[in-house]
């Protein structure tokens, strides 16, 4: 059963690990995308210049869905709506019960 292990946690504990991951999961994937443009350029990975904003930036626009993933898949969120940097979420949960946090 996936959930038994949300049981005793609040929302902000589901949010903040599961934004945790997101996070993670976009760095993990703006780096493969240099790799891979660098690869297809033929340029050893040592030699790409990386620009950090630019990776920021990619990271921020991807998390967001990362983040509706995770919740999806490992807590059975479904976020309708979200304003990540103020925390307005509109969830529906698995039983049909909606939420407003």
Request: proline share 2%; aromatic share 10%; net charge negative.
């Amino acid at each position: 059963m996936k959930n038994n292990h949300m049981k005793n946690k609040t929302w902000e504990s589901i949010h903040n690990e599961s934004l945790t991951w997101a996070k993670w999961m976009a760095l993990y994937e703006a780096v493969n995308l240099i790799s891979d443009k660098a690869e297809e350029r033929g340029l050893p990975f040592s030699k790409v210049e990386l620009e950090p904003l630019a990776i920021h930036k990619y990271m921020e626009s991807t998390e967001n869905l990362f983040l509706r993933k995770i919740l999806k898949q490992e807590h059975n969120i479904d976020i309708c709506f979200t304003d990540i940097k103020n925390k307005n979420f509109d969830c529906e949960v698995e039983n049909n019960k909606e939420y407003t946090f």
